[in-house]
């Protein structure tokens, strides 16, 4: 699953469709969201710790990333830039809108939405809103897609997976993460949680993010322990972080070609 060669499709949309392997588990990559959301569920029961109690105790708090979460809470609006169109039109943040509802329920049920887990969500949802398909696509908190976080906070994140801050230990995890598992052409395969590529005899890493409104890139290169982090909030945005990286790094990277 880490990989994305579980044989997942990416999500379900509707109830009607069956979660089915499209091939032999290990044997190629596709890329799957739905995967990521199993990992959750199993992180979650070997911890017996809710994704958002887990993540802040093991990664939020120790690197001072107080500008994220995987679910909205009214602090972070300061923080938060609205969704746009790629003609510049605000748009609706289904998360923010969801996440409302789910807050408001804790409060009345009495139990802080830190401690929700997966089954709790799922048991909330049609209280929340009836209509959407209580499915892995529609929950939150979401580890393959509901991480709110701001460009300081996550190029926090990357600098300590390069091995720099005051915490230790993030080059080790790297170093396991950079491992291919998987390959998707000759320039571009997965490791465990990020893309790798190969480009101009260098060595990198990369991931996007790519919702409604959103588009994201980071990419680092571990031996020159350099990165960049862009976030876009128009659906336009991959024109400006492909722009801006090329510019950059003086590569035009094989990942813009494949997304």
Excluded at 76 to 99: K, V
Excluded at 143 to 149: E, V
């Amino acid at each position: 699953m880490l990989s994305h060669s579980g044989g997942w499709r990416n999500w379900r949309n509707n109830r009607e469709t069956a979660l089915t392997s499209d091939f032999e588990p290990g044997s190629r990559f596709s890329y799957s969201g739905e995967g990521y959301f199993f990992l959750q569920r199993v992180v979650e029961k070997l911890t017996g710790k809710g994704l958002m109690r887990l993540t802040r105790e093991r990664v939020l708090d120790p690197l001072g990333m107080r500008s994220s979460g995987f679910l909205w809470r009214p602090d972070l609006d300061a923080a938060i830039a609205p969704p746009h169109s790629n003609r510049g039109q605000p748009a609706d943040s289904f998360h923010a809108r969801m996440a409302k509802g789910y807050l408001a329920l804790a409060t009345e049920l009495g139990k802080p939405i830190d401690d929700w887990a997966t089954g709790d969500a799922e048991k909330a949802l049609a209280r929340v809103d009836a209509n959407v398909p209580v499915l892995p696509n529609f929950l939150l908190p979401n580890a393959a897609a509901s991480l709110l976080t701001t460009a300081r906070d996550y190029g926090t994140f990357v600098r300590w997976l390069l091995g720099a801050g005051p915490v230790q230990g993030g080059r080790a995890v790297l170093d396991r993460m950079m491992v291919q598992r998987s390959t998707i052409n000759d320039a571009l395969g997965w490791g465990s949680g990020i893309g790798l590529e190969q480009a101009d005899g260098r060595r990198f890493l990369w991931h996007w993010g790519d919702n409604q409104g959103y588009k994201n890139f980071v990419v680092a290169e571990p031996a020159a322990g350099t990165a960049m982090v862009i976030f876009t909030n128009g659906n336009a945005g991959q024109r400006v972080y492909e722009r801006v990286i090329r510019a950059r790094t003086g590569v035009d990277h094989p990942a813009f070609l494949w997304l």
